[in-house]
């Protein structure tokens, strides 16, 4: 699988099959928008500054309809007409909880959230949030290179190590 995903320090998914396995299994169990996943999947990436990811989730993103515009605005979603009520409020989420040491997730962003989505959404968007950044980690210090990515290959990886 090294052809598909390279990486420049160490391929996990070769050397911990099982445990990145896992890691696609919590990623195809979150039920959410898939709209809203994207723009918090690209945010997350951008904020931490994941090249692969954002190449990836970006792709992914436009494969699914997501016009240009709002990707580029994606890291001023703020100063943007662009976005609806709901995805700022998702985006708003990300931020504080994928810069969780510069203040721990506020009650005004959370309650910004809560008002926006019903408390099972609310999970997904915790879940998405939170396998976001276990991956950002993942394929930073892995090094995993940006620009290899087509839409589809994730799943065709995933469906290669359903055995494990």
């Not at 605005?73 to 969780?100: G, Q």
């Not at 976001?132 to 799943?155: C, D, F, K, V």
């Amino acid at each position: 699988m090294a052809d598909m995903f390279p990486a420049d320090r160490i391929q996990l998914i070769d050397v911990a099959r099982r445990q990145m396995a896992a890691m696609f299994r919590l990623e195809q169990s979150i039920e959410l928008d898939e709209r809203v996943a994207n723009l918090i999947r690209v945010r997350a990436s951008q904020v931490n500054g994941c090249a692969v990811c954002i190449d990836m989730h970006w792709k992914d993103a436009r494969a699914a309809g997501e016009s240009e515009e709002r990707l580029y605005s994606l890291d001023c979603w703020r100063e943007s007409p662009l976005y609806e009520d709901a995805e700022r409020a998702a985006l708003d989420l990300t931020e504080a909880v994928t810069l969780i040491s510069e203040g721990h997730v506020p009650d005004e962003v959370w309650d910004r959230a809560s008002a926006a989505f019903s408390e099972e959404e609310l999970a997904q968007i915790v879940l998405t949030i939170t396998a976001i950044n276990a991956w950002n980690r993942l394929m930073i210090t892995s090094r995993y290179e940006p620009g290899h990515y087509q839409p589809g290959m994730l799943e065709a990886a995933a469906g290669m190590l359903k055995a494990a």
